[in-house]
C-alpha cells in the first residue's frame, strides 16, 4: 500500500488531512489476471469523496465513493486515481501495470492407452516435467539468455536453477500431495555481434506458479476381435455381455509409470482364484449360458509402492 503525503503551502492553501491507503491484488498481476484496486481512507468518510478512475488515460468510473473498481489485464496498462474530498482537497495516485506473459507448461511422464485424447496426468511416484515459457518473448521456446528459479512447495531448488535452466523435471515421492511449482524468470545482459542487446527480451523480470494435481491410477479393458483387433471405441466399464463362444480381453494401464503396458506385472483371477499372470490380455471359452462370474485384474508397477490397480468386471453369459 502507499500514503500520501500531507499536502500544505502558504497563501491559505488547506492542509490536506486524510491519510490514503491504497491495496492491490493480485500484488504482482500476470496477463489475464482480473486486477481489484480498492482505497481506504482515515479523516473523510469514503461516502463522502469523489473518486474518478482513468485507465490508459480514458474515464473509466467516477462516483461519490467509489473508492474500489476492477478491470481486466491484457497489456501494458496505466491506471490512475483522482480523489476530491467533500472539503475540496484533492490527492491523486498512479499505478503502471507492465505484465509478463510468462506461463509454466507440464507434461507428467506416465503411460495412457493407444488413442486415448487425453492428457497424461501426474499420480504419486511419477515424474512431471516442466517448461517455463515467457509468450511475449521473440521465440518463447529459445529462452536462452533468461536465468530462471524454480521452486517446490515454496523451497528453492539451486540445483536446477540458472541461466538456461527452462526446463525442471520433478520425481514424485511417496506423498500423496499436490506439489507447488514458481518458477522466477529474470532477464540477463546478452551481447551480440560484439554489441550489448537491450531488447525486451533481456529485461524480463516475472514469476508464473502452478499447482500439479495428484491423481489415481486406472485401467481400461478392450475386447480383442480377431477381424477387428483391439476395440478401442468400446470401453467395457463394468460388466462384459459375453455372448460369442470365445473372447479375448486387453487391459491397458492408465497413468502408471512404465513405457508401455507390457511393462506392469498382471495377476487375473476368476472368483478369486488366480489363472494368469504376467500379460495384458486374457482368452476363456463359454461353457454354459445364463451365469455371471467375476473376473479380477491386479496391476502393479514393479518399482512403485503405490502404483498399483485392482479391478474387476462381470462375466454375464446371459442371452
Given at each position: 500500500?502507499?500514503?500520501?503525503?500531507?499536502?500544505?503551502?502558504?497563501?491559505?492553501?488547506?492542509?490536506?488531512?486524510?491519510?490514503?491507503?491504497?491495496?492491490?491484488?493480485?500484488?504482482?498481476?500476470?496477463?489475464?489476471?482480473?486486477?481489484?484496486?480498492?482505497?481506504?481512507?482515515?479523516?473523510?468518510?469514503?461516502?463522502?469523496?469523489l473518486?474518478?478512475?482513468?485507465?490508459?488515460?480514458?474515464?473509466?468510473?467516477?462516483?461519490?465513493?467509489?473508492?474500489?473498481?476492477?478491470?481486466?489485464?491484457?497489456?501494458?496498462?496505466?491506471?490512475?486515481l483522482?480523489?476530491?474530498?467533500?472539503?475540496?482537497?484533492a490527492?491523486?495516485?498512479?499505478?503502471?501495470?507492465?505484465?509478463?506473459?510468462?506461463?509454466?507448461?507440464?507434461?507428467?511422464?506416465?503411460?495412457?492407452?493407444?488413442?486415448?485424447?487425453?492428457k497424461?496426468?501426474?499420480?504419486?511416484?511419477?515424474?512431471?516435467?516442466?517448461?517455463a515459457?515467457?509468450?511475449?518473448?521473440?521465440?518463447?521456446?529459445?529462452?536462452?539468455?533468461?536465468?530462471?528459479?524454480?521452486?517446490?512447495?515454496g523451497?528453492?531448488?539451486?540445483?536446477?536453477?540458472g541461466?538456461?535452466?527452462?526446463?525442471?523435471?520433478?520425481q514424485?515421492?511417496?506423498?500423496?500431495?499436490?506439489?507447488?511449482?514458481?518458477?522466477?524468470?529474470?532477464?540477463?545482459?546478452?551481447?551480440?555481434?560484439?554489441?550489448?542487446?537491450?531488447?525486451?527480451?533481456?529485461?524480463?523480470?516475472?514469476?508464473?506458479?502452478?499447482?500439479?494435481?495428484?491423481?489415481?491410477?486406472?485401467?481400461?479393458?478392450?475386447?480383442?476381435?480377431?477381424?477387428?483387433?483391439?476395440?478401442?471405441?468400446?470401453?467395457?466399464?463394468?460388466?462384459?455381455?459375453?455372448?460369442?463362444?470365445?473372447?479375448?480381453?486387453?487391459?491397458?494401464?492408465?497413468?502408471?509409470?512404465?513405457?508401455?503396458s507390457?511393462?506392469?506385472v498382471?495377476?487375473?483371477?476368476?472368483n478369486?482364484?488366480l489363472?494368469?499372470?504376467?500379460?495384458?490380455?486374457?482368452?476363456?471359452?463359454?461353457?454354459?449360458?445364463?451365469?455371471?462370474?467375476?473376473?479380477?485384474?491386479?496391476?502393479?508397477?514393479?518399482?512403485?509402492?503405490?502404483?498399483?490397480?485392482?479391478?474387476?468386471?462381470?462375466?454375464?453369459?446371459?442371452?
Amino acid at each position: 500500500f502507499a500514503q500520501t503525503p500531507e499536502l500544505s503551502g502558504p497563501n491559505g492553501v488547506k492542509e490536506l488531512k486524510e491519510k490514503v491507503y491504497f491495496d492491490v491484488l493480485p500484488t504482482r498481476p500476470r496477463v489475464g489476471d482480473t486486477v481489484e484496486i480498492s482505497t481506504e481512507m482515515y479523516g473523510t468518510p469514503i461516502k463522502d469523496a469523489l473518486f474518478t478512475w482513468y485507465v490508459d488515460g480514458k474515464e473509466y468510473e467516477k462516483g461519490i465513493g467509489r473508492s474500489k473498481i476492477s478491470f481486466f489485464l491484457a497489456k501494458k496498462t496505466t491506471v490512475r486515481l483522482v480523489i476530491l474530498t467533500g472539503e475540496g482537497s484533492a490527492t491523486e495516485e498512479v499505478w503502471n501495470f507492465n505484465p509478463q506473459n510468462t506461463v509454466i507448461v507440464w507434461e507428467s511422464n506416465t503411460y495412457t492407452p493407444p488413442f486415448y485424447k487425453g492428457k497424461s496426468l501426474y499420480t504419486p511416484e511419477s515424474s512431471i516435467i516442466l517448461h517455463a515459457l515467457n509468450l511475449d518473448a521473440k521465440n518463447p521456446l529459445t529462452n536462452n539468455y533468461y536465468n530462471y528459479n524454480w521452486k517446490v512447495d515454496g523451497k528453492v531448488i539451486g540445483e536446477e536453477s540458472g541461466v538456461g535452466r527452462n526446463t525442471y523435471i520433478y520425481q514424485g515421492d511417496l506423498l500423496l500431495q499436490e506439489p507447488y511449482f514458481e518458477v522466477n524468470m529474470t532477464g540477463i545482459s546478452a551481447f551480440r555481434n560484439g554489441s550489448r542487446d537491450t531488447g525486451s527480451d533481456s529485461q524480463i523480470d516475472s514469476t508464473a506458479a502452478i499447482r500439479v494435481q495428484t491423481f489415481d491410477t486406472n485401467v481400461f479393458m478392450y475386447e480383442s476381435t480377431p477381424l477387428l483387433g483391439i476395440l478401442f471405441t468400446q470401453q467395457i466399464s463394468d460388466t462384459f455381455k459375453f455372448i460369442k463362444s470365445e473372447a479375448t480381453l486387453v487391459a491397458y494401464p492408465l497413468y502408471f509409470g512404465i513405457p508401455s503396458s507390457l511393462s506392469g506385472v498382471y495377476k487375473w483371477s476368476v472368483n478369486n482364484e488366480l489363472i494368469k499372470e504376467n500379460t495384458n490380455s486374457i482368452s476363456f471359452k463359454k461353457t454354459r449360458d445364463n451365469e455371471e462370474s467375476i473376473l479380477s485384474l491386479s496391476i502393479e508397477q514393479p518399482r512403485s509402492l503405490l502404483q498399483s490397480r485392482d479391478i474387476s468386471y462381470i462375466i454375464d453369459t446371459t442371452r
